[in-house]
């Protein structure tokens, strides 16, 4: 049967190789048929039910569909694919009850899946959007960011433009991306609508990691 999985790591990298069309070219009178193939990279992951890694697939147990056509899969291979992760923490004044809970779920988010090839930034959502730690492999000083969050004060809840924010400051990095949101879902006080904002990420994350995931 196929297996089919999400997560962001260990991936295995599935590429497709397109197919390729011979080029005539003349070298010294004599014909020369060129060939160029570009391979292409298809980032993946695959876990059990208990989220362990499932690292003895071979390529004939994945299925690579194309507008709903079936692609050929050039090769398979296990690598250690970096991740670019935002966290998004909710400060605002609705995550007061729950505040300790959330920061805490943070924070071993953060110990259990930061591997020395990822890195990580940390998002204050509010009134108006933070970035509060730039992206760093550094865990402790992640955790020191959360740590250091106040509790809020009649702040708003700007999640959209976070959101927008996170996925834009992500957009330069050549890495699967991931966006992770701590909060209770309700926008508040954002100039950027849920289309709007579905539309930006989109186009800045979603181009190399071709999949969305709801965490």
Request: aromatic share 4%.
């Amino acid at each position: 049967g196929r297996k089919q999985g999400t997560g962001i790591r260990p991936p295995e990298a599935v590429s497709q190789t397109p197919a390729a069309a011979p080029t005539p070219d003349e070298d010294e009178g004599e014909e020369v048929v060129r060939i160029s193939s570009n391979l292409v990279p298809l980032p993946a992951s695959v876990v059990d039910a208990q989220g362990r890694a499932v690292a003895d697939l071979k390529a004939e147990d994945f299925e690579l569909l194309v507008d709903g056509k079936a692609q050929p899969i050039g090769e398979l291979s296990r690598a250690e694919t970096p991740v670019s992760i935002a966290l998004l923490f909710d400060n605002s004044s609705s995550q007061v009850a729950s505040r300790e809970f959330e920061r805490q779920a943070g924070i071993r988010f953060l110990k259990a899946v930061i591997r020395p090839v990822d890195r990580a930034a940390v998002f204050s959502i509010s009134t108006e959007p933070e970035l509060s730690q730039p992206l760093t492999n550094d865990v402790r000083a992640l955790v020191r960011t959360i740590e250091g969050f106040k509790t809020p004060e009649a702040a708003a809840t700007a999640l959209f433009d976070t959101v927008s924010m996170a996925a834009e400051y992500l957009k330069p990095q050549r890495t699967r991306k991931v966006i992770v949101i701590i909060s209770d879902g309700t926008d508040t006080v954002s100039d950027l609508g849920f289309d709007e904002t579905l539309h930006v990420f989109q186009a800045t994350v979603l181009p190399l990691e071709q999949s969305l995931s709801e965490l």
